[in-house]
């Protein structure tokens, strides 16, 4: 059986997130062969081009947890109707020095919660925009804005009943464009 490795991001780096609990839920709504690696961001220094010649450590480590991945999984908040700061800074780093990214060519999927009405819908646009821009091609349908209400999980931290049909939905759409991209 293939196996898929997916890096997964976190836009938050809260230790009570809500986006990292449902990172951490919704893998468990993957197939056997799909395993979830959370790539850490909160340890990368501001980026400056400056550094592009002698990237820090934790950058190098980053990058190479992406370029093993056969797939991105981004999970972001939404602050100030953009992406966090901190996600911004991790793409920039990993798509430095210009011609070496390591995000080109690698299926994303970009869901994330809020307790506002409409979840995280204007970041994960502009993360859209973004990713558009460095060649990843990024699932559109279904889109996943998660209004986090009290049954988002239940008590064992597993998507709750009122959510799990349409994030299982999400996830088996998802798993096949990361299959159909790494086909290709």
């Not at 799909?34 to 340890?43: K, Q």
């Amino acid at each position: 059986m293939h196996r898929y490795l997916i890096a997964m991001m976190v836009g938050s780096l809260r230790k009570d997130s809500i986006n990292a609990r449902l990172a951490h839920a919704i893998t468990q709504l993957a197939p056997a062969d799909f395993t979830f690696s959370r790539v850490p961001i909160g340890d990368l220094p501001l980026y400056n081009q400056d550094d592009d010649a002698k990237q820090a450590e934790s950058v190098q480590r980053m990058k190479n947890e992406i370029r093993q991945a056969q797939g991105l999984l981004f999970v972001t908040p939404e602050y100030n109707r953009s992406v966090p700061g901190v996600l911004k800074n991790a793409i920039d780093h990993a798509s430095r020095p210009y011609g070496e990214s390591v995000w080109t060519g690698k299926p994303a999927g970009v869901l994330g919660a809020s307790v506002g009405t409409i979840g995280t819908a204007l970041a994960q646009q502009h993360l859209r925009n973004i990713l558009a821009y460095l060649d990843v091609p990024t699932m559109g349908q279904p889109e996943a804005f998660v209004h986090a209400k009290e049954d988002l999980f239940d008590a064992d931290g597993r998507i709750g009943a009122s959510s799990r049909a349409f994030l299982q939905t999400w996830m088996d759409r998802y798993v096949a464009w990361v299959k159909q991209h790494c086909a290709a």
